[in-house]
């Protein structure tokens, strides 16, 4: 019937297809928002007076897009849109070219030139492709997978997936804040919220396929060194697996250095577009089976066609966090220095969870226990979500980005050994290259005023 009436109007064919779709539109309950309101995009990133009091500081969740990056992405949006699958023309292959020159770019910058690297969607999908790649291939004779207990979901997930199909899933206890306290004179002590070596070897058995483990935990900074881990596993036989999305492009990373087999990592922590991102493979004994199938691209690896705008921004963003890093990385340690310090001076018993930091530490190269950017508070009986509330102009969460929205507290904080209540006292702070001296000041002062306002409304 309704097809009947569309057509006894006799539109031109695009009128008629607008009018089509507003009868479906209406029929499904969809606004048909066409036909009273002109979309303008430009719209979108003009910055009102609001905006530009915020001070964000949640950059463990996302970066914004550097400009440089920008620059670097538009003209693969508007003259090399090619596709790079298509080498039977040559925009295609000029297309497929790029994208080699920005694998084997970033495959140097990240200090693996001999190794592989298979682009994905982001850090998820390239934790999906490492545990389920190595552990469901047909020749993985082993039925075991170790994981990290406060790692990020996208493993914890993932592994719990695993253990579904029939996989033995074990994870290790990272080091606990008692922990750390009972052994202060012990002089190698393993960071809080990093896994104890000791631990690890008596997960590991010969059954173990694959060992995953984050380089950099995402609420606590956690660090490790992962060379002894890589070299206990590989005496098993197991392969290691880092999730370093937090890690890549803010501290000095060099993937053969650190002995993994796998790296997962995410362009948009690093200053560059959401929706891309890398599995590093650094050992050609690895045999992956492909998680997404399809049109075979990346040697059947992972197949759908290549973002090449994603792509070159992600190299971009690589090539500016790598060689800005000698300078950025003090001055980001400086600015949470800075934020620690004046937080502490405004609330009595404000509580650091995780690995705490040398002070006089500004050397680029001094290893570290913690990401510089990152600094997790515990607020003495105040509830971090509502603190947060009182302070709307400063983006900041209460854990990762993926769970920030659940009422439970964090896995992490609970798992370094917080109780509950500790755990929902605490704020994230994430610290980035757009932050300044002046912001850190700021948002300490309001963070600092809107605690007083609590404690004197509970009395
Ligand atoms: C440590 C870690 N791993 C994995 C992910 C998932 O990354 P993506 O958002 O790119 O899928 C995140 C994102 O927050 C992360 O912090």
Known sequence: MANRAIRDVRLPNGLLFLFK????????????VFFYQKVNVSRLFQTD??????????????????PRVVDAMVPMMIRQYANAGSITHEPGRRAARILEQAKGQMLELLGTPQGDLVFTSGATESVNLALAGVCLHPRQKRRSLLIGNVDHRAVLDCARKLHKSGLSVQSLQPQQCLQVQSSESQESSTPIGAYRIESLQE?????????????????????????????????????????????????????????????????????????????L?????????????????QNNLRSGTLNTVGIVGMAKALEVAVAEITTELPRIY????????????????????G??????????RTPLERLPGNLNVQFPSVDGQSLMLRVPSVALSSGSACSSAEPQPSHVLLGIGLSEDQARCSLRFGIGRFNTASQIDLAADLIISAYKELVDFVG
Not at 21 to 32: C, D, H, L, Q, S
Not at 49 to 66: F, G, K, P, R
Not at 334 to 353: E, F, M, T
């Open 203 to 279: 997960h590991l058995s010969e059954d173990v396929a694959l060992v995953s483990l984050i380089l950099g935990n995402n609420e606590i900074g956690s660090l490790q060194d992962m060379r002894p881990v890589a070299d206990l596993c590989h005496s098993y036989g197991a392969l290691l697996h880092l999730d370093a999305t937090q890690a890549v492009g803010k501290i000095h990373f060099d993937a053969l250095s650190t002995g993994a087999d796998l790296v997962s990592f995410s362009a948009h922590k690093f200053y560059g577009p959401k929706g891309v991102g890398g599995l």
């Open 355 to 364: 690995p705490s930091w040398l002070e006089d530490s500004r050397s680029p």
């Open 21 to 32: 779709k507003a009868i479906f539109n209406v029929a499904w309950g969809n606004t048909p």
């Open 49 to 66: 007076s609001i905006e530009a009091q915020e001070i964000y500081l949640d950059n463990h969740a996302t970066t914004a897009v550097d």
């Open 334 to 353: 400086q600015l949470r220095q800075q934020l620690w310090k004046r937080l502490q001076s405004g609330i009595d018993g404000l509580k650091l969870n």
């Open 281 to 297: 493979i650094c050992n050609d004994q690895v045999k992956l089976t492909p998680q997404i199938v399809g049109g075979g691209q």
